[in-house]
């Protein structure tokens, strides 16, 4: 197994390193450890607690805003294999950012039960819209929605775009917050989300910027000391 490279870091595969595949046991990890919360909690019981605004039931339920659910979903699989074939490092940061804060979610969560009653009956709703809730609703209930991870996808999205060198441009930029923004407000349209579970993602999101800007420097003298020694050899021999 090679060592990473300045090389190997923008082309891993083409160079030999593959180290960094085994980032793909979070999401695994993520989801079972979802699944057995979901499992846990499936149903509102007396000891959980209500966490939603007095004056949210009369923020609109739109279904349509669903279809921002499946983009992130979208948009986190194709940052996970773009950045595992072009940026490394980029890739392992964009990991630790979403994974660390959904698995934060899920302790403070399991620790602290917790429900809305928010979302309207769509047992009827055959629509296709209606039909996208029942996929998201079957995945992540109305319970232990706080932290929200929609909330973290988001942040993730957009940290990563600013991030990697791959992506760090400026009309990228400008779509991922805009993506971002849309995401988070359609949690609470979709009334999958309150407000309140806005505040602690948000906070898990600023608190693992200050490690991953650590991360992210340690990184780049690494990668730096690698093109010296090369530049030094070239030059010498």
């Known amino acids: 197994m090679r060592k990473l490279t300045q090389e190997s870091n923008y082309a891993p595969f083409k160079h030999g390193y593959f180290?960094?595949?085994?980032?793909i046991?979070?999401?695994?990890?993520?989801?079972?450890?979802?699944?057995?919360?979901?499992a846990s909690y499936k149903k509102i019981e007396p000891s959980m607690t209500l966490m939603q605004l007095d004056f949210e039931p009369a923020i609109p339920y739109i279904p349509f805003f669903s279809i921002a659910f499946f983009l992130m979903v979208g948009i986190l699989v194709f940052l996970?294999?773009?950045?595992?074939?072009?940026?490394?490092?980029?890739?392992?940061?964009?990991?630790?950012?979403?994974?660390?804060?959904?698995?934060?979610s899920i302790l403070i969560a399991a620790g602290f039960p917790n429900y809305n009653t928010l979302l309207p009956d769509i047992s009827h709703d055959d629509s296709f819209f209606g039909s996208?809730?029942?996929?998201?609703?079957?995945?992540?209930?109305?319970?232990?929605?706080?932290?929200?991870?929609?909330?973290?996808?988001?942040?993730?999205?957009?940290?990563?775009?600013?991030?990697?060198?791959k992506l760090n441009k400026t009309w990228?930029?400008?779509?991922?917050?805009?993506?971002?923004?849309l995401i988070v407000a359609s949690s609470i349209f979709i009334k999958h989300n309150?407000?309140?579970?806005?505040?602690?993602?948000?906070?898990?999101?600023s608190v693992l910027l200050i490690p991953l800007s650590l991360i992210k420097k340690k990184d780049g003298i690494k990668l730096g000391e690698e093109?010296?020694?090369?530049?030094?050899?070239?030059?010498?021999y």
Request: proline share 3%; net charge positive; glycine share 2%.
């Open 25 to 38: 046991l979070m999401p695994i990890a993520f989801y079972l450890a979802h699944s057995i919360l979901e």
């Open 132 to 165: 996208l809730m029942k996929i998201i609703t079957n995945f992540d209930s109305n319970t232990n929605n706080f932290p929200s991870i929609m909330a973290i996808g988001a942040a993730a999205i957009m940290y990563s775009v600013f991030d990697s060198k």
């Open 194 to 205: 309150s407000i309140v579970d806005l505040i602690p993602s948000a906070i898990i999101s």
């Open 227 to 236: 093109k010296i020694k090369r530049v030094v050899i070239d030059k010498y």
């Open 172 to 181: 990228l930029k400008i779509v991922s917050i805009v993506v971002a923004v």
């Open 80 to 104: 996970t294999v773009f950045l595992m074939l072009t940026d490394v490092c980029a890739f392992k940061r964009f990991n630790i950012m979403l994974y660390i804060g959904l698995f934060l």
């Open 19 to 23: 180290m960094h595949i085994l980032y």
